[in-house]
């Protein structure tokens, strides 16, 4: 089911990328992708602040599928601008500083990595969070005006991991070690027992602001588009 949704996804469009967290879901995506030959661009944002197991991913993949995951990342000027002005550490001041942070590290850098796209895939699921409650198959991101897709939006973690155990998929080592959702390394630490999987993303935050910026829709609502 997942490889002919995948297909119809891409068959819609002319220039179809995969924005990958090299977390579970995003391997799941990635195995899917390239065993089947599917024509979709696979990317990565290189914040700055990742862990190292999050980069040994990039190399993890090259390894096991052959494939180079394009790197984007922040422009330093901006980095530069925000650490001289706010310090280097400063999200942590203000949900306001922390949004600041992401649109350098993050929304930019995704902007640049889908220029000439017409669409878009996540790894994203409805069982991650609050703020991805009502997330659909498809959806019209307004910012860029293009389509994406959330092709694992009805799975669970079970299926997830049984996905990934049947079929070997290399995952981030920072999973074995309590992290179900993986960002930036000071901004993500493991979850306590009981923890929903995204409650080690900004821990200091309110559950209902737990979005960078790349999901924006998540805490508005969006329209869907016609599904698969």
Wanted: proline content about 4%; glycine content about 8%.
């Amino acid at each position: 089911m997942l490889i002919e949704r995948l297909r119809q996804i891409a068959g819609r469009h002319r220039q179809l990328k995969f924005a990958s967290s090299l977390a579970a879901e995003d391997m799941l995506l990635t195995h899917a992708i390239l065993s089947n030959q599917l024509p979709i661009e696979i990317f990565t944002l290189n914040t700055g602040r990742l862990h190292a197991e999050t980069v040994g991913m990039i190399h993890q993949v090259k390894v096991h599928y052959g494939y180079d995951i394009a790197q984007y990342q922040p422009q330093p000027e901006a980095v530069d601008g925000y650490v001289r002005q706010h310090g280097l550490n400063a999200f942590y001041e203000s949900v306001e500083l922390r949004k600041a942070c992401c649109r350098i590290r993050k929304v930019e850098p995704l902007n640049r990595a889908l220029s000439g796209a017409d669409a878009w895939l996540t790894g994203q699921r409805r069982e991650q969070s609050v703020t991805r409650g009502e997330l659909a198959l498809a959806e019209q991101d307004d910012a860029r005006g293009i389509a994406k897709y959330n092709p694992l939006f009805d799975w669970s973690e079970a299926q997830v991991w049984a996905y990934l155990s049947a079929r070997d998929v290399p995952v981030n080592p920072l999973h074995a070690h309590g992290y179900p959702s993986i960002g930036c390394e000071p901004c993500t630490r493991a979850v306590k027992a009981g923890e929903d999987s995204r409650a080690g993303r900004w821990w200091w935050e309110h559950q209902d602001s737990k979005e960078c910026g790349l999901h924006a829709g998540n805490l508005r609502g969006v329209p869907v588009v016609s599904a698969l």
